[in-house]
């Protein structure tokens, strides 16, 4: 892919993501049709919009998990063709998914590693080395202020909402990615969750990482983005700054009622 358009480069150059023109469809239903999205370095991006608007869609668009009928994406100044989210991940994209977290089978370290276990040799063959995993899982997740965890070789599926935000948000930082994406990770949580959930994103970006936080909820994200992308019907709809905007005209703007 050669881009030779000044302005363009600057952009990706500019830019921790910078997607064109992306359309994605399902069968005859057309999820996203052009939408244009970009995320700044060190940038925490909002992205908002109703039920069935492309918000989900767009980011799975971009750490690989749905392929695009058209449009390019780029990521890091280069172009991204991630074909899995494995891929992405390995570029530096982690993502907590609002309807496949973690896996719920497995244990607490196992899901913090996911795709990247660490092995061990033993005699000929190789082994999964489930001691230092259980011990960098367990540190790391301390860091991020998971305390009252049993052991990291039970199953996930009695972790609580925010726990399982945590994991994703530790294994970010642990494997040094550059961009954290979190689908709704306050959708099922409580009052106190939200705000440590919400605090870990604020921390996320002091240490150097652009997010992007998929929420419904305008004051939430309010006082954690720095700008805000609307989405409606697959396509754009608002592109805000914090500083031109409030959260009572964000919901307005969600709502299709303002157009920004
Ligand atoms: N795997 C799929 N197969 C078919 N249609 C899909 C699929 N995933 C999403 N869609 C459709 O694409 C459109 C966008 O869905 P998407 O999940 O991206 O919306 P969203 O903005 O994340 O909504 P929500 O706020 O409810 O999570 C919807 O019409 C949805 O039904
Ligand atoms: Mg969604």
Redo the contacts with the bound molecule.
Sequence with gaps: MIVNNPEKIKLIKDNLVYMEDIVVK??K?V?LNGVNFRVGKNEVVGLL??????????I?SLNGYHRISAGNIYFDGKHADFTSPKDARDAGIETAY?DLALVNLMSISRNFFLGRELQRNFLFMKLLDMRRMDEIAARSLKEVGLRNIRAMHETVNFLSGGERQAIAIGRANFFGAKLLIL??PTAALSVTETEWVLRLVKEAKESGLAVIL?S?NAYEVFGVADRFVV?QH?ENYADIKKEETNPEELIEVIAGRIKK
């Design positions: 399902f069968g239903v999820a919009g109703d039920n069935g608007a492309g918000k989900s869609t767009l799975k609002q689908d709704e998929i419904h989405l697959g």
